[in-house]
């Protein structure tokens, strides 16, 4: 019981500080609105501990043993937050409003998570930190998998009811496209960590 509540509290303050996903919920929220933007927020909160699960059953050993296919990953998840990043940034308003351009998907939101270095950083995290190999490290990673599902309801969904609240301010096209590219400014500094990692793997050892 003791672990359990200390993952809680794990996922409690990764999940509700300032990362892509929520970045991006948040800007789904003003300029899609709650409704639109749920398969988005359903994507989040069952993708990410799938994430957590699966990597805590092994997925992360293929990534031991194979180092370079992380990183590749990684690379191509910057490579992807970037282009999104410029989508949010350059989104027309008058073009969302009419609905040429959507909402992520429920399956959009999932696979997401695969691509989102902050998400590889919790994920091996949380199982690095709260399995142990003693233990029913099987039962351990269904409980960190359980408490990440639990926070991310509440802790997601903060993020896409103030996108929803941030609409009402946001009236005229100006402040929703100033708010469009500082939200794309935001999400490329949230993937600084994972360049200086990309950065320390690559070009470290040369130095």
């Excluded at 990684?74 to 351009?101: E, F």
């Excluded at 802790?155 to 096209?173: D, E, I, M, Q």
């Excluded at 993937?191 to 070009?203: G, S």
Aim: glycine fraction near 8%.
């Amino acid at each position: 019981m003791e672990l359990f509540l200390a993952v809680l509290f794990f996922a409690f303050s990764t999940t509700i500080t300032p990362g892509p996903n929520n970045v991006m919920i948040m800007s789904s929220g003003v300029n899609y609105g709650v409704r639109a933007s749920m398969p988005h927020f359903l994507g989040i909160c069952i993708g990410f501990p799938i994430m957590v699960l699966l990597v805590g059953l092994g997925f992360g050993v293929v990534f031991e043993r194979y180092p370079n296919l992380h990183q590749l990953i990684k690379v191509i998840g910057v490579a992807y937050l970037i282009w999104l990043a410029w989508h949010i940034a350059s989104a027309a308003t008058k073009a969302i409003q009419a609905g040429h351009k959507k909402a992520f998907t429920f399956w959009q939101a999932v696979l997401f998570q695969w691509v989102n270095g902050k998400a590889w950083m919790m994920a091996s995290g949380a199982v690095a930190a709260y399995t142990t190999v003693t233990g029913n490290q099987l039962m351990e990673v269904l409980l960190i998998s359980l408490a990440f599902l639990l926070m991310a309801f509440p802790c997601v969904g903060a993020w896409l009811l103030f996108g929803k609240l941030l609409k009402r301010l946001l009236t005229k096209p100006l402040l929703q496209r100033s708010f469009n590219i500082a939200m794309g400014l935001v999400l490329v500094a949230s993937i600084i960590p994972v360049l200086l990692d990309l950065w320390h793997y690559y070009f470290a050892p040369a130095l």
